[in-house]
Each structure stands twice: as C-alpha cells, then as structure tokens.
C-alpha cells in the first residue's frame, strides 16, 4: 500500500502563496498519475489537480485554473502543488492520491494520507 504525507500547508492571507507537496513511497511511483484534492469544513472532498506519470500532462478545476500548478519529482517520489492569488475559498485540508484513470477527477485510492492543512482568512 502507497503511504502519503502531505506537508506545507500553514496559515496565508488572500492573495498569498504557499507550496505543498506529497511524498508518496513505494518504487513504482513514477507509474501513477497523480492528484491533489481538497476538503474544506462541511464539505464534500474535491478535486483540485492532476498530473501524468510523466509530469508531462495536467488539468485542473476550474476553480483553480490559473492559480495553482501541479509539479512531479519521480526521482524524489514527490507531488507539488503551487498555489499562488490565494482565496478564502481555498480554506481547506489539502491531500494527495492517485486517480481511478487518466482524466478523472476521482481518488484512486480509498487510503488518504492526514492531508496538510491550509486557512486564509477572509
């Protein structure tokens, strides 16, 4: 079973910065696409980006497109998401999974990491 710590998150102003990443184990992380979800208080976990095995392929939500970017180091093991012109509806517990396929907005895997906590005050 893939184990997944996420770090970074920490409080942010609106229109601030903050980098969080993944660190997955096992060898074959380079195999998996790879997303980045986010669950804020009384709702529903979500989809926030994606990335190919490869590192060469990317989609987001809408509501982050063009804010955030997803980045992949397969020789560390390791996720990045760079979230930049922060909102307060970006509050959220911010996680790491792979995808059910290439394309979906689903978490692959039923396991979830503690996920990296990340508030703006609004």
């Known amino acids: 079973q893939v184990q997944l710590v996420e770090s970074g998150g920490g409080l942010v102003q609106a229109g601030g910065s903050l980098r969080l990443s993944c660190v997955a184990s096992g060898r074959t992380f380079s195999l998996y696409a790879m997303g980045w979800f986010r669950q804020a208080p009384g709702k529903e976990r979500e989809f926030v980006a994606a990335i190919s095995g490869t590192g060469t392929t990317t989609y987001y939500a809408d509501s982050v497109k063009g804010r955030f970017t997803i980045s992949r180091d397969n020789a560390k093991n390791t996720v990045s998401l760079q979230m930049n012109s922060l909102k307060p509806a970006d509050m959220a517990v911010y996680y790491c999974?792979?995808?059910?396929?290439?394309?979906?907005?689903?978490?692959?895997?039923?396991?979830w990491g503690k996920g990296t906590k990340v508030p703006v005050p609004s």
């Open positions: 999974n792979t995808l059910t396929r290439w394309g979906a907005k689903e978490a692959g895997s039923s396991y």
